[in-house]
């Protein structure tokens, strides 16, 4: 199947009158316009879903491939002695990039959504925090928790976005699932559009005969056809997947705080430019399988 | 033009034509008779590439119909004005559009034909039901408009199947006479028909040879036609 540019061409430029010869077929056509538009839909969908798992994968995988912390609870005496122990320990540990001690006002920050603004942190036994950036390789967590332990008494290592690593993993199944519904969804559509063609070709078999008698070749029969599923194919699509992009710029908005995954699902940056890549691939897709049908039906045909 | 050597032809069953040797030349005029299903259809059909011989030579423009494409057998109907038995039409299209179909599916530019098609479709009597949907017309106006449709090409050839009968005889005499000028401006003509008071009336005016379908054989006719 060779989509070649002269007959996309012809196509685009059009022929009123081969339009007309084919009849105007209801049930085809209304198939072809629903079928394309809610595979437009669900193509959004899939879409907004392998795009934001993707992002969503790429931000957390980000964050736990490089941070841990530390934290030290000890009595108000201890606390400097253990923060300095803890840091020279981490110096010296491989595969920690810097450790750097939160200082007050950053620890106020962290905890200011729990607590409000005017937390008396000096008056309460809150533990210092140790921010740990890792290297590309990381490091041993077993045994910079053991060095600690033995080392900083009050030292407890936190490598919490850890339990992350599974969710990462699943990120990137959905978005792999994602990609491959969307394959699902083109195939489904070619299989759709190849029935209805069918059917209107069947139906039409009497205005076939009645062209091939008076000198109409098989491209123009077939362009005829052709035509006209591609081009309702690209409204249906083009319907479906501006429903579509309503729907999602109306999920209700948080800010990203809430872990941004549904909030998240919009289009956003140059992956804006996606939706109106669905109904052209509809419409290529339509193409493709009314013009198979077409040329194999009217190969068939005496 | 139209080659037959030596045609047998059968849909499956029985020999329906066989030892069929024809030839129609440029600018002759033909006949062909014969009893209902003696296969006069048939053999017209053959004639504008619609059926491959079961066995002998068939030639259309010098080219062999068992080794022509489909697109060949286009070119062939372009050159070749069919009128149907039964006629044949789009039913979703008005007449007018209807005749100028073979124009459409040649690519040619019908605003510039336009002065044609009013004045063929005036000459077939139709210009009142030029907007009706063929459904909407009579027998005798869909076989006019049928005839109009096979010659608005201006084709080499004419193949008419009874196209004449359901028309008066007034009708079927314009009918024949727009026939006859076209075959005195070089067209080839065959006609199917039983009507034998037209062939006489078109042997006034023309040189026609009148076959006739009989046992399986084509034949020329006796003189009394
Ligand atoms: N497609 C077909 N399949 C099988 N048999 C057919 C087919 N078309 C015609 N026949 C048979 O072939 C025979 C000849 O048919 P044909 O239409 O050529 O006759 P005809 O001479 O044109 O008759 P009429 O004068 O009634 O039009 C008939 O017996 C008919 O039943
Ligand atoms: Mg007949």
Redesign the interface.
């Known amino acids: 199947m060779k989509l070649d540019i002269r007959a996309l061409g012809d196509l685009l430029i059009g022929d009123v009158q081969a339009d007309r010869v084919v009849p105007p077929t209801g049930f085809t056509a209304w198939l072809t316009l629903f079928s394309a538009g809610a595979m437009a839909f669900l193509a959004v969908f899939a879409l907004a879903l392998s795009l934001a798992t993707g992002r969503l994968a790429e931000r957390w995988g980000d964050e736990l491939a490089r941070t841990a912390t530390v934290r030290i609870s000890a009595p108000e005496a201890q606390m400097a002695a253990q923060t300095t122990a803890a840091l020279r320990v981490l110096e010296t540990t491989t595969g920690v990039a810097r450790a750097r001690a939160l200082d007050d006002a950053e620890q106020a920050a962290l905890l200011e959504p729990w607590f409000g603004p005017d937390l008396p942190l000096d008056q309460l036994p809150i533990p210092r925090l140790i921010e740990v950036i890792e290297t590309g390789d990381g490091f041993d967590a077993e045994g910079l928790r053991l060095r600690l332990q033995a080392e900083v008494p009050g030292a407890v290592l936190d490598d919490h976005t850890r339990w992350r690593a599974p969710l990462v993993q699943a990120a990137d199944r959905l978005r792999l699932l994602g990609w491959l519904s969307l394959l699902l969804i083109g195939g489904a559509t070619a299989a759709m559009i190849t029935l209805a063609a069918n059917a209107a070709l069947a139906a039409n078999a009497q205005v076939i005969q009645v062209l091939r008698l008076v000198g109409a070749r098989d491209s123009y029969i077939a362009r005829a056809f052709v035509r006209r599923f591609t081009l309702r194919a690209l409204g249906g699509a083009a319907i479906g997947t501006a429903l579509a992009c309503l729907a999602i710029l109306a999920l209700p908005s948080t800010d990203a705080v809430a872990g941004g995954f549904l909030t998240g699902l919009g289009f956003q940056g140059w992956h804006r430019l996606w939706p109106p890549v669905v109904p052209l691939l509809a419409a290529v897709v339509a193409f493709a399988a009314t013009r198979t049908a077409a040329h194999k039906t009217l190969e068939e045909m005496p | 033009m139209i080659e037959l050597e030596d045609v047998a032809y059968n849909y499956g069953g029985g020999e329906l034509l066989s030892e069929v040797s024809l030839s129609l030349s440029p600018g002759s005029f033909h006949f062909l008779t014969g009893p209902s299903g003696a296969g006069k259809t048939t053999l017209l059909k053959l004639c504008y590439g619609?059926l491959v011989p079961t066995s002998g030579q068939l030639r259309l423009f010098g080219q062999d119909r068992r080794e022509m494409a489909?697109?060949d057998?286009?070119?062939?109907?372009?050159r070749v004005g069919?009128v149907?038995q039964d006629c044949?039409?789009?039913?979703?299209?008005s007449v007018e559009?209807n005749i100028a179909?073979?124009l459409?599916?040649?690519?040619r530019d019908?605003l510039a034909e336009g002065a044609n098609l009013k004045e063929l479709i005036g000459w077939v009597g139709l210009r009142e039901r030029a907007k009706a949907r063929p459904p909407e017309l009579s027998g005798g106006e869909r076989q006019r408009a049928a005839l109009a449709?096979a010659v608005i090409?201006s084709p080499d050839v004419i193949l008419a199947d009874e196209p004449t009968g359901n028309v008066d005889w007034e009708m079927s005499q314009r009918l024949l006479r727009l026939l006859i000028e076209l075959n005195l401006m070089g067209k080839t003509i065959l006609i199917a028909t039983h009507d034998l008071a037209l062939i006489r009336a078109a042997k006034a005016h023309v040189q026609a040879r009148v076959l006739r379908i009989a046992a399986r054989r084509l034949q020329l006719a006796g003189a009394d036609l």
Do not use: C, E, N, Y
């Open positions: 619609a489909r697109d057998i286009a070119t062939v109907r372009r069919v149907h044949q039409f789009l039913d979703h299209l559009d179909l073979p459409s599916v040649s690519g019908l449709r090409m």
